[in-house]
Every structure is written in structure tokens, then in C-alpha cells.
């Protein structure tokens, strides 16, 4: 069964063959639909012809959506070749490279517009021209998300705002169009190597915490994501809309990343090898003592909370700066659990 069979959908936001439109574009390919593909302006376009034909695209155009003319246009010109549409998938951003990075109160009147307008406001206008291209049978629209939209990651500043409206919109969007019996959702991926994900300063790290603290213990693939992006744009998910659907390995659900309990864990243990190895002498005399099991127990806190403050000093000098607020988690949870004993 083709889940996607007979039905015309708009993909916007190709790039290369590692961008997320792309990997969905293909996976509706391989379902059944009909595609046009957008690209932003003539530097893409060769590439993207190339990917185009690969899938037999029925036609690609050109749309830069800082320009409300190529908006235009192109709703114009979907109207001409298919007079309708069923899905639509919007898989653009844009923001500054040079303020994705350090803090975010350092970002500036004219990126934060730009940022905006092209991340948040550009899927406005795309659902506004496709109610009009929408028959009866009414639609799905999907718009692609990050966790830093919800919660603060290190570096994605003014992206997570654009993001935080975005999905704000999806529900805005969602009672707006639910009469017309289209549907809006977002997808909230994992972090994906690709260009714009390559833009936020320190990407590789954030990648490599994100595989290594998700319930998976992965980043999602290409696959994955664009499979889940065509559960909500085929009929499967008719009943859905207004959602934010993360497609994360699960990583969302996280509040205190399991590692961080084993380590504190595996070095108790290792201070009671290094006890029952006589390394380390209990500081008491078996008769002088009521309670050595009490004692063992807070000279084994002691000799912990210097090795922790040490560890810290040293990692203090060595880390690099957006590690900052990992190490505040570390911090703050070695405080609840002195406070908890
Ligand atoms: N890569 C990740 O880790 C990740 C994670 C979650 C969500 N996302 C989101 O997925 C979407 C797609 O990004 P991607 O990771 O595939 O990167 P990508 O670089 O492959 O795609 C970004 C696209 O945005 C387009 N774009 C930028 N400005 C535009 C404009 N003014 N007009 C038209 N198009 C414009 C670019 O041409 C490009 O095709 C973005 O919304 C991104 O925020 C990415």
C-alpha cells in the first residue's frame, strides 16, 4: 500500500541530498506522491534539478520566501500545472552564523527580523496561499522543528525564539485551518548534519550529547525522520493537528541523563575498592568508634567531595565554553544529593 498514492505535495527547503526536505521529498517519492520542489535561489538550483529528476519531480521553482512575489508566484503557479494540493512540507531557516554562538541577549535588531521572517513567518504566508489550493478533501501542512524551541540549548540563541513562534503558529495555524479540514503539525527532529544544523557553533558536540543521553542511544537518521514526516502527511494521521511531533530517539523526555547517576555510583564503588584493597586506611580505631559504618560512611563523603572538587578544577581549565551549563547540571546534582544523604 502507498500511502501517499494520487496525492500532489510541495516540498520547500532542499538543499542537498542531506537536507531533511530531501529525505522527506524522497520517502513521499517512494509512497506514491506527486512532487514540485522549491530551491532559494540559482546557486541550488543545478543540485537540485539533479535530485529532482532522480525522483521524477513534475516540476521545481524557484522561491526565495524573504520575497512575498516568489510566494506569490509559486502558489500561482501550482494553480496552473495541478489546480490543486494535498500536503506541503516547509523545511527552511535561516539565521546569522555569527549569532549562533556566545549569548543570546548579543543578537541584533536586524538578524533577529531576518531570522524570523524567513524561520517563523514564511509558514504563515505558505499556509495562507494553501487554503486557497486545498480542495474539500482539505490538506496537510508540516513544518520542521528543534528541542531548542521549548528548552535552551547552548548556541542556538535567536533559532530557538524563531523556533518557540513556529510552533506557537502550528497551533495558531491548527484552528485557523481546521474547519477547511487542513491539517498543521510540526516535527521536532533530532540533531541532523546538515548545512543549517552545521551553522550553530559547537553542532558536533550537541550531536554527540544528543546520541549519547537519548532513552536510544542515537540521533534519529534521515530515514527515520522522513518516514514519521509521511505518517502525518498521509491519511494514517487524519485525526491529528496542532501537534509538535519529536522524532528524537526520545531524547526529549530526558530530565537528568542516566550517566550522571552512574558516575557518582561508580565512584562510590570505587572508594569501597579502594578500602577493602586497605589503598585508602579508615581514619578510626575499630574500639575508640560506636558507629564505624557511620564513620566509613563520611570519610568515604569526604575523600568523594575532594576528588569531585578537584575533577572540577581541572575540567574548569579544560573545558570548552559551551559545556558551561553541562557542568551546572553535574554541579547541582551533586548538591541534591549531599542535601538527600
Ligand atoms: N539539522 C538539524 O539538526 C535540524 C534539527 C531539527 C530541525 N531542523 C530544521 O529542519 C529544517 C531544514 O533544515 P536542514 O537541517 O535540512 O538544513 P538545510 O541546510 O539542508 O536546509 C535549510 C534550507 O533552508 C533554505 N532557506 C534558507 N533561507 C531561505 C529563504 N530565504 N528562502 C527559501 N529557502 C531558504 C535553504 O536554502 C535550505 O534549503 C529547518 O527548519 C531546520 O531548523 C534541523
Known sequence: MYLLKGKKGLVMGVANE????????????????????????????????????SINCQFTLECDVENKEDINKLFLNLKKEWGKIDFIVHALAFSDKNELKGSYFDTSK???????????????????????????????????????????????????????????????????????NIRVNSLSSGPMKTL???????ARHIFKHSEKNSPMGKNPSLKQVSTSAVYLLSDLSSGVTGENHFVDGGYNIVAIPKEYINLFLNLFQFFDQLFSWKVLPFPYHQN??????????????????????????????????????????????????????
Request: proline letters at 2%; a positive charge; aromatic letters at 12%.
Open 196 to 202: 543549517a544544523g552545521s551553522a550553530i557553533t559547537g
Open 110 to 180: 536586524y538578524n533577529f527580523r531576518k531570522t524570523l521572517l524567513v524561520s517563523t513567518f514564511s509558514f504563515t504566508e505558505v499556509c495562507k496561499g494553501a487554503k486557497g489550493l486545498m480542495s474539500e478533501d482539505g490538506g496537510s501542512i508540516l513544518t520542521l522543528t528543534y528541542i531548542g524551541g521549548e528548552r535552551t540549548t547552548p548556541n542556538y540563541n535567536v533559532m530557538g525564539i524563531a523556533k518557540a513562534a513556529l510552533e506557537a503558529s502550528v497551533r495558531y495555524l491548527s484552528v485557523d485551518l481546521g474547519k477547511n
Open 288 to 341: 575508640l568508634s560506636l558507629l564505624p559504618e557511620l564513620h566509613h560512611l563520611l570519610y568515604k563523603y569526604q575523600l568523594f567531595f575532594l576528588f569531585f572538587h578537584f575533577g572540577v578544577q581541572i575540567y574548569e581549565q579544560a573545558r570548552p565554553s559551551h559545556l558551561k551549563s553541562l557542568q551546572m547540571r553535574q554541579n547541582q546534582l551533586f548538591s541534591q544529593l549531599c542535601l538527600c544523604k
Open 18 to 53: 542531506r537536507s531533511l526536505a530531501w529525505g522527506i521529498a524522497n520517502e513521499a517519492f517512494l509512497q506514491g506522491a506527486d512532487l514540485c520542489l522549491t530551491y532559494q535561489n540559482n546557486i541550488f538550483k543545478e543540485r537540485i534539478l539533479k535530485l529532482a529528476n
